[in-house]
């Protein structure tokens, strides 16, 4: 068998860049019409929001921020954590401005977010314990359960000054946040 011995010439190279460039470009397009079609499934709109962040990481910055913007739970929840994925600094601030969000499964979503940002603790803690007290977060005197999301990140490494604010929870009628806060302030005792 004769060895086909040949050069790829400079041009062959670059149309064949450029068509892989634009075969992924066609890619994202396709992801971002299934992402943001509201005739489509959610595990669809989801998994296309995500794999277009994977392909194109900051340069689908914009498109996240349209799904953050939708009417539509999922695509606000799947927005803000690809765009933690990418972009760490920038979900934090709006994570913050998530809390708000009427979706619930959006707000956790955006607790797990500020949490992990450990440079910011005293900030989160604040944030925190706002939004532990907040009317959105109960449903009569039940707890949804975002307030023992936030309560087990507060508790897990109490500060003496927040003494006064377990106290307070440990008087609340929810069995699972009193014994959370009951925990806190047996670390609390000990130091």
Request: a positive charge; glycine letters at 2%.
């Amino acid at each position: 068998m004769k060895k086909l011995n040949f050069k790829l010439s400079p041009l062959f190279v670059v149309c064949a860049l450029s068509l892989s460039l634009s075969a992924e470009a066609e890619t994202y397009q396709e992801l971002r019409l299934k992402a943001f079609s509201e005739a489509e499934e959610m595990s669809v709109r989801w998994n296309s929001l995500m794999q277009m962040t994977k392909m194109k990481k900051n340069e689908s910055v914009m498109d996240l921020k349209k799904a953050l913007s939708s009417n539509t739970w999922y695509m606000r929840n799947a927005g803000l954590i690809a765009l933690d994925s990418i972009n760490p600094t920038l979900a934090y601030d709006i994570a913050k401005k998530q809390l708000n969000d009427p979706a619930l499964v959006v707000r956790s979503a955006a607790v797990d977010i500020l949490v992990k940002n450990k440079n910011k603790t005293a900030e989160v803690r604040e944030i925190l314990w706002k939004e532990i007290h907040s009317k959105k977060n109960k449903v009569k005197s039940k707890s949804l359960w975002i307030r023992p999301q936030i309560s087990q990140y507060l508790a897990a490494e109490p500060m003496p000054q927040e003494r006064e604010k377990f106290l307070s929870l440990a008087d609340e009628k929810d069995d699972e946040i009193r014994g959370i806060a009951q925990t806190a302030l047996q670390k609390l005792q000990k130091n």
